[in-house]
């Protein structure tokens, strides 16, 4: 949530940082899908190979847990960033 408010306003540094909290408590109480969540919210802030990437990571754990549309929503945003 911070992460996200950071970047509505234009934080980067700080949205950065509060995303990758996030990710870090939330693999570590196996907390899959809001983890998932946090990577395509991580994955706006970041460029090419790395947003890629972290596209792709949230979207295996999506497809592993059956979240059909969270799946399709990110390989939109892969077709996106990708012809982009």
Same mark, same amino acid.
């Given at each position: 949530?911070?992460?996200?408010?950071? %970047?509505?306003?234009?934080?980067?540094? @700080? %949205?950065v &940082?509060?995303?990758?909290?996030?990710?870090?408590?939330?693999?570590?109480?196996?907390?899959? @899908?809001?983890? %998932?969540? /946090?990577?395509?919210?991580? !994955?706006?802030?970041l460029?090419d $190979?790395?947003?890629r990437? /972290?596209?792709?990571r949230? @979207? $295996?754990?999506?497809?592993?847990?059956? !979240? /059909? !549309?969270? %799946?399709?929503?990110? &390989?939109?945003?892969?077709?996106?960033? /990708?012809c982009?």
């Open positions: 949530m911070l992460g996200q408010i950071a %970047a509505e306003q234009s934080q980067l540094d @700080h %949205a &940082e509060h995303l990758a909290q996030s990710r870090a408590i939330l693999e570590e109480l196996g907390s899959e @899908h809001e983890l %998932a969540l /946090t990577l395509v919210e991580e !994955a706006r802030l460029e $190979d790395a947003q990437k /972290t596209l792709e949230a @979207h $295996d754990i999506f497809i592993r847990l059956g !979240a /059909t !549309a969270e %799946a399709e929503g990110v &390989e939109k945003l892969l077709d996106v960033y /990708t982009a």
